[in-house]
């Protein structure tokens, strides 16, 4: 794992939970493949193995560089910047 120039800048305490699964596959009717959560915002979009990448295509919009995992036990983060595990 790589430390990023995007991690300190993260709210110092994580966003609650916009949602408990992507809306924007709800809405869609399809069904995500795996939850990433924002560490920005908050925003929970789907991974990029789900039919519309809805969590790339909030960092593409937003520029929130960094996410998380948001599968039980999971605890890892990813920067789409630097395109590390951070």
Same mark, same amino acid.
């Given at each position: ?9 993260? %709210?110092?305490?994580?966003?609650? %939970? ?13 069904? %995500? ?8 915002? /908050?925003?929970? #979009?789907?991974? =990029? ?7 790339? #295509?909030?960092?593409?919009?937003? /520029? ?11 605890? +890892?983060? +990813?920067?789409?910047? =630097?395109?590390?595990?951070?």
């Amino acid at each position: 794992m790589s430390e990023c120039t995007h991690v300190p800048e993260l %709210p110092r305490a994580e966003p609650t %939970p916009l949602s408990a699964t992507c809306l924007e596959c709800l809405a869609a009717g399809s069904h %995500p493949v795996q939850l990433r959560l924002c560490l920005v915002c /908050g925003h929970v #979009g789907c991974c =990029d193995s789900s039919p519309y990448q809805h969590a790339t #295509g909030h960092f593409k919009e937003t /520029g929130h560089a960094v996410m998380r995992s948001f599968e039980p036990g999971a605890s +890892w983060r +990813w920067c789409f910047v =630097d395109e590390a595990l951070v």
